[in-house]
């Protein structure tokens, strides 16, 4: 019997080759080079990587709707090239495109689903929690990007499964859509699911993710946690430069010359949003804090950050490793 502590997967030296190709003389592509990773329960692990990385690949073998080629993979205690039914009950599955047939309605095709699953989640707290009643009677093919991405997601979570695949869970969601999906899946993550998010918005991941893994080129290039990321990119080499970005709100069109020294980057990123870049110091900001005050200006909002998850990435991706054209 698996223990509660026990990783819900792990993926160990994954490779994936596909071909022959004609084009390449008759050799196999490696798509997926050598990938590791270790997610558990009540954790959110983010898999990034650019279009090409490999990233759908290797969540594809890990669901067992690829075969590897090689390395080493257990889903909840199983090797999912081999297992049956009773692992793939346990196991939920968001896909990007849906994969909803297009002429069904969105209550009926759930309940259907509910019917295939021993101890289904309540159709009706899922249409509710996910607000699918307002569109309920529209066809598949009919509903906006948004409206598909949460009734893929109450198609996922209708079994009740101890893991999810998350992929690009936020893909066509307007804001108050994606702020009702996230309190979902953190609300899931703390009933103690494990949940595999797949995603290329590093906001998505800074905000859901609990531990990152950064792959390119089919290969594990950084992971960590997002704190551990943002101190060191990944790497024990790299160490904090100094430099980091004030981000404010406040009215647009605010001149700011002559109010910080011209080693300090201050521009306006779009209407009434500013940031202000370089190596801050306590002077910079009273110095900003006094123009404030001389101009009766008060932001809505202010953050500071030393760097960002997107920073990170691109410090770390594609440096060294090519991305594969025909890589996922």
Known sequence: MRSPNSPVLAIDGLIKDVGPLAAMDGKML??????????????????LGTNGAGKTTTIECAQGLQQRSGGQISLLGADPATAGAALRSRVGVMLQDGGLPPSARPIPLLKHIAGMYRDPLPVAGLVERLGIESFSRTTVRRLSGGQKQRLALAAALIGNPEVLFLDEPSAGLDPQSRQLVFDYIAELRDAGKGIILTTHLMDDAQRLADYVYIIDGGRNVAEGTVSELLQHGGSAKTHDDGIRTLYFEALPGIAFDGVLPDVIDVRETRAGSYSATGHLTPAHLSALASFWESKDIMPVSMSLQARSLEDVFLDVSAKEIPAKDDAR
Do not use: E, W
Request: aromatic fraction near 6%; charge should be neutral; glycine fraction near 6%.
């Open 30 to 47: 490696r798509v997926v080079s050598d990938v590791s990773l270790t997610a558990y329960p009540g954790q959110v692990t983010a898999l």
